[in-house]
């Protein structure tokens, strides 16, 4: 191959590694995307991973990006190709001029490589044949071997991957010394061996910062501890369970009485999601914080459910994390494709808030924040995560919590306030907010005490099947919906560094990909002005933004634009002023995906209005 | 119809208890079921089993399903929290309560179809947590709200009102939760109210899943020739094992029983279950036998009622999850938030 076509470029790239689900192979490549960020280069990983336990590919893609560019960018430069399986699709994956990384204890026939790439066989599992008897351990140190490799051809510091090792394994000496030689005997052979170094290179810089490498989940479920939840009822799904998992790892450290070992906390592993959904309710009905995680399976089996609590006005806390549609196999991929479902869940006229955390920063705050809202208004909340933000580690802002907040435990009557002779109605909307007051069930022996119900009820709770009563009721629902315009989080808008006449609006995971789209367009000499919306019900923010742009984009993870169908819906706005952007494989969407659709369409306008001059 | 408030007229004479209520502390709105629907009688017995106890109104939180079963928590406990959730789904509404807050009495009002049909899952469930809690089903065979459709418990061969025979197996609830570990097991008949009402206080004094299944037959749609959930058909088919009395806080004198017929059970509660034995080989303490005993009789037709069967071990949710004995609820943000320094080192771990 033309030396001329080799990739070459420093703190730019992206790697590829290809394995086998079970294999081993996480921790170690984990462990290359903090080395460099210990370097001072931030990154961008991904897991893509099949559904099922052993046997099957997956994937972990870091994207090495000193700009700091977070999204997925698509393409690969360089693939580690540890499983044969794959091995043609990965070398087809990769970009002109890319690099290839393999096991050569095999022989592979060089007509089976492509022509215009650099191929850097290593014979690892000779090596490891070598070192090690045990099969499990020749398995494992070859993955830490292979990170030996690229640390020689990408030239890194090879002292920060001595240091996280040790942190890996601390206590277990004989690990971490075990674990180093491996990946030192990777790297030497490479040295020797390879011609290092390759046109790509990791160079020190400076551009991480403060910032932490969390997965949303962790931070959801830290947000949840923060928050003061202390019922969590979750049933096992993909990709939410690691909220439960974290949940209960934070809860053990954090949530154990010093003095009696008892804790402070209940996670029940429910039947299903009807179970977990009616526990969230019960808990929360009763004065506790309560949450359950889970996603778009989930989400379908409380509809019901969801449908109580916002009639009954409790506080219900629900993570979604999103995945691709029903069964097996998609689900372990992202999307953005529950944003109808849950908006409206359940059958009545009923309407959730929805929080959308771009990543896991924001999963924090919003997840705490959910509590106060859920309390505050009385009726569920929704946080709208996804696979990519809650699965992967993102680089982001350390997170913060202020040791002076008061959780806002919303309207609720207490045992003082019933004595002093307060007026208590269930249903009656003393505050003209549309948010009555609650008392929590035991609290006074004459008073206070209501029948829950899901309609069918006066002001004071009193059964009646009246439809006056009814219609007032549902028109103080409305009442309350509008009150949690000011509450939830407004939209962050970015204004283009020119006036600009098109508005872009986009949600969630899409936000780093967005951030560089737009920095793509505007080189390419398309202004845009951008919203990321961050909470349903839509913000009076966000209308003012659809009313000040003559056309605005809706980028979305989904198919059917679900986001634009609720802004116009809800906004009362002309769809044909809003364009749906959608990507929807299942993979991250991309800067260059959002970038090319975005140029097409303005070029196709600007031609149109060329056409209508001439 | 809307709602009907009972005149709270108080007779001075009324006898109280000893926290000083009458039995209309224990009562709610006038019930809309059917005139001489058994769930009256259950409600009834539950005001009475309450009232008796003494336990203060407000301790108590009823949850219920969807039904005429289910609509009768309005009917009693007039001063108690009461949640009409979603049909077949009370236990886990109940649960959750419980998670909240271990200090109150939960009561659990369910139907047959509620319980043995739509919920049949959740119902299973509960028991087999050990959730703490009374869970009386008001079984009487069809579905009375949805206007007499059988339901999980209809017997194979029982007619309806029209003359359809079921021909499904029937899912006996005192079965299933002896089966899935339910620490109190009874089964009563609303026509027999001593019996129920006993019954139900042995179960609120009993801490863990006790199951109360009352055959309770439905006037309107069930209670014909032909049906095995009516008033003869159960009073001619009903044996019942044993006696009930519940006695708090201090021992039974037992002096009026003949030796050998009575024994004395202590619950974790401290209270006392003193039984009249009927059947004098009928044990309380085996689960199997208990089971089999059931399915004996079953294939005669005829409906063993009174306690089946009452656990010797603790088994209950809390200890197993060993929750703090302050209510979830009533934590305080000190005590669940673990604060910007802790955020620190966490975050000093993730860089
Ligand atoms: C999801 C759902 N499906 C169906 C119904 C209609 N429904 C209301 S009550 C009922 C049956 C109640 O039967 P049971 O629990 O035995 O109570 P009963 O009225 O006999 O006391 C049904 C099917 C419902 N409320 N919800
Ligand atoms: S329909 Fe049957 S169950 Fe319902 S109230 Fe009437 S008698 Fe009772
Ligand atoms: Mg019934």
Redesign the pocket.
């Known amino acids: 191959m033309p030396d001329t076509l080799a990739i070459s470029r420093v703190n730019d790239f992206v790697v590829r590694f290809a394995n086998t689900n079970g294999s081993g192979s996480a921790s170690a490549n984990e462990l290359f995307a903090r080395a460099v960020l210990r370097m001072g280069v931030p990154v961008a990983a991904r897991n893509i991973f099949p559904s099922n336990i052993q046997g099957l590919p997956t994937w972990y893609e870091v994207r090495v990006c000193e700009a700091g560019y977070l999204g997925a960018r698509g393409g690969t430069d360089l693939v580690v190709a540890m499983n044969p399986q794959t091995f043609a699709k990965d070398q087809a994956g990769l970009e002109p001029g890319g690099y290839l990384i393999y096991d050569s204890t095999r022989p592979v026939q060089k007509s089976q490589f492509r022509e215009d790439i650099t191929v850097l066989g290593a014979p690892l599992g000779a090596i490891c044949n070598k070192e090690y008897n045990d099969p499990r351990e020749r398995q494992l140190f070859k993955n830490i071997m292979y990170i030996g490799v690229l640390a020689a051809v990408l030239e890194m510091d090879t002292g920060e991957i001595d240091t996280l090792i040790g942190r890996q394994f601390a206590g277990k000496e004989r690990l971490i010394e075990a674990n180093v030689r491996a990946f030192h005997l990777g790297r030497d052979w490479a040295i020797e061996n390879l011609p290092c170094p390759i046109g790509l290179c990791v160079r020190r810089a400076d551009a991480v910062g403060g910032r932490i490498f969390i997965d949303g989940n962790s931070a959801t479920a830290l947000g949840a501890v923060f928050g003061g939840a202390t019922v969590c009822a979750w049933y096992p799904i993909t990709p939410s369970t690691s909220i439960a998992d974290a949940f209960s790892a934070y809860c053990a450290r954090f949530r154990i009485d010093p003095e009696t070992g008892k804790k402070r906390y209940a996670i029940i592993q429910t039947e299903d999601e009807l179970a977990s959904s009616g526990m969230v309710i019960g808990a929360a009905w009763n004065g506790a914080r309560a949450f359950a995680p889970t996603s778009g399976p989930g989400i379908s089996l409380m509809q019901?459910f969801l449908g109580l609590a916002y009639f009954a006005e409790i506080p219900a806390v629900i993570m979604d994390v999103q995945r691709g549609g029903p069964s097996t196999g998609m689900p372990t991929r992202t999307q953005q494709s529950d944003i109808l479902l849950a908006a409206y869940a359940s059958h009545g006229d009923t309407k959730h808030v929805l929080l959308f955390p771009e990543g896991p920063a924001e999963a924090f705050e919003f997840s705490a924040l959910s509590f106060d809202l859920a309390d505050r208004l009385q009726t569920p909340v929704l946080l709208m995560l996804d696979l990519d933000i809650g699965m992967n580690h993102r680089l982001c802002a350390p997170l913060r919590w202020d040791d002076d907040r008061v959780y806002d435990r919303g309207k609720v009557m207490t045992a003082a306030d019933l004595d002093a002779g307060k007026d208590f109605g269930r249903y009656l909307d003393v505050d003209g907010d549309g948010i009555p007051y609650r008392t929590y069930p035991g609290t006074h022996p004459r008073k206070g005490s209501y029948f829950t119900r899901g309609t069918t009820r006066d002001r004071y709770a009193r059964y009646t099947e009246e439809g006056g009563p009814y219609v007032d009721n549902m028109e103080r629902l409305l009442k309350k919906f509008e009150t949690a315009k000011d509450l939830v989080p407004g939209p962050v808008i970015t204004l283009a560094s020119i006036p600009s006449r098109y508005g872009v609006i986009y949600f969630g995971s899409t936000s780093p990909a967005m951030d560089e789209a737009a920095d793509l367009l505007e080189a390419d000499g398309h202004a845009l002005d951008r919203m990321r919306v961050r909470a349903f019900p839509f913000n009076r923010d966000v209308d003012a933004f659809l009313r000040a742009h003559e056309a605005v984009f809706v980028v979305e993870q989904n198919r059917d634009a679900q986001l634009r169908t609720l802004i116009i819906t809800e906004c009362g706005v002309n769809p044909a002023k809003l364009t749906p952007v959608l990507h929807f494989d299942g993979t991250p969407i991309t800067a260059r995906f959002i970038a090319a659709a975005i140029a097409a369409r303005l070029g196709e306008a600007a031609k149109q209005s060329e056409r209508a001059v001439a | 119809m809307s709602y009907l408030a009972k005149p709270k007229f108080h007779h001075p004479a009324l006898p109280e208890n000893t926290l000083g209520y009458t039995r209309r502390d224990y009562e709610g709105a006038i019930s809309t079921l059917c005139a001489g629907c058994g769930?009256d009688s259950i409600t009834a017995a539950i005001v009475e089993a309450c009232f008796e106890l003494s336990i203060a109104p407000h301790r108590v939180a009823k949850i219920s399903?969807?039904?005429?079963?289910?609509k009768t928590p309005t009917y009693f406990l007039g001063n108690s929290h009461g949640f009409n959730s979603?049909?077949g789904r009370m236990p886990s509404v109940l649960t959750g309560a419980s998670l909240a807050n271990r200090d109150l009495i939960y009561l659990g009002v369910?139907?047959?179809?509620?319980s043995a049909s739509?919920g049949l899952g959740q119902f299973a469930h509960a028991l087999r947590r050990g959730v703490n809690m009374v869970y009386i089903v008001?079984n009487?065979g069809?579905?009375?709200?949805?206007k007499g459709q059988f339901?999980a418990t209809a017997d194979d061969g029982s007619k309806s009102k029209q003359g359809v025979v079921n021909i499904d197996k029937p899912i006996d609830l005192t079965a299933l939760a002896l089966q899935l570990g339910a620490s109190y097991v009874a089964r009563s008949f609303s026509g027999d109210k001593a019996q129920l009402v006993s019954l139900i206080k042995g179960a609120i004094e009993h801490e863990g899943a006790a199951l109360v299944d009352v055959i309770s037959p439905?006037v309107a749609f069930n209670n014909h020739v032909g049906s095995t959930k009516s008033y003869d058909y159960v009073r001619e088919h009903n044996i019942a094992v044993n006696r009930l009395d519940v006695i708090v806080g201090r021992t039974p004198i037992t002096v009026d029983y003949e030796p050998g017929k009575l024994e004395l059970v202590q619950q974790h509660d401290g209270s006392w279950l003193r039984l009249r034995k009927l059947n004098a080989e009928y044990s309380v303490h085996d689960r199997r036998a208990a089971i089999d005993f059931l399915l004996e009789h079953e294939a005669k037709s005829e409906i063993v009622t009174g306690l089946l069967y009452v656990a010797s071990d603790k088994d209950e949710l809390h200890a197993d999850l060993n929750t703090t004995d302050t209510p979830l609820n009533a934590l305080s943000q000190k005590e669940l938030c673990p604060g910007m320094a802790r955020l620190e080192e966490i975050n000093a771990s993730l860089g």
């Open positions: 019901e | 769930h399903g969807i039904g005429c079963s289910s979603v049909h369910s139907g047959d179809g509620d739509i008001e009487n069809v579905y009375g709200l949805t339901s439905c």
